[in-house]
């Protein structure tokens, strides 16, 4: 009977933090740039940006599929990381988020996170 409960318990956890897998626009403008250490420009910013050199493209429309993470907030990280490499990598010091989604990958209803995004050099 207590393992009944103790399994219960468990698949109520998974089956609650499976839920809270992904994160809305503006929560993820917000909080996905305090996790890389490169430089965040909004997309509506870039555009003025590279108008007055401040800024070039190195390489755009990169794609990053994050490792899973136990919550979204480690999915995150483990984003954040990917696109460090791949600006430093690039020899950027700042990147544009252009997409992102969370997919679910195989039956247990874990998510990978997919993110798109450009590498660029800016001077400031």
Known sequence: MKSNYLSLFFT???????CQSSYTPMKMNKVFPTLTKS???LQSEIDSLISVDKCKYLVKGRSYAAPIGLFAK???????KGIDEWVQLDKGNTYVLTNYK???VGNSGS???????DTLYCSE
């Open 12 to 18: 109520f956890l998974i089956s609650f933090f499976s």
């Open 39 to 41: 430089k965040f420009v």
């Open 74 to 80: 480690n999915d995150l990280k483990n984003a954040a």
């Open 102 to 104: 969370w997919m679910t």
């Open 111 to 117: 998510t990978q996170l997919y993110v798109d995004f």
